[in-house]
């Protein structure tokens, strides 16, 4: 069992910047996927990004351009750095871990990011 702890959530005002980070208990290097995902009052949670073992990355359209996540395998953590962002960012955003096949998802507890002037 892999915990998973975000941090960097914040308030932030409109064209801000924010990092979020991800450090997981465990090793990393060997999972399919970590990702980052957010959910809004009352809306379905969706995936924001993610990153393959790889290293290839996956990002839903309406961050692409402004959001980059990164993975560091040696600290078993991972990073969504988010500039420009916008009040429609405003989301609880959840660390997700894909350990491979047949193996459920680990989750993070979630940090708040509040974009508004």
């Known amino acids: 069992q892999v915990q998973l702890v975000e941090s960097g959530g914040g308030l932030v005002q409109p064209g801000g910047s924010l990092r979020l980070s991800c450090a997981a208990s465990?090793?990393?290097?060997?999972?399919?996927?970590m990702g980052w995902y957010r959910q809004a009052p009352g809306t379905q949670r969706e995936l924001v990004a993610f990153?393959?073992?790889?290293?290839?990355?996956h990002y839903v359209d309406s961050v692409k351009g402004r959001f980059t996540i990164s993975r560091d395998n040696a600290k078993n953590t991972v990073y969504l750095q988010m500039n420009s962002l916008k009040i429609e960012d405003t989301a609880v955003y959840y660390c997700?871990?894909?350990?491979?096949?047949?193996?459920?998802?680990?989750w993070g507890q979630g940090t708040q990011v509040t974009v508004s002037s």
């Open positions: 465990g090793s990393i290097s060997s999972f399919n996927a």
């Open positions: 997700n871990a894909d350990p491979g096949p047949k193996v459920p998802y680990y």
């Open positions: 990153i393959t073992s790889r290293g290839s990355t």
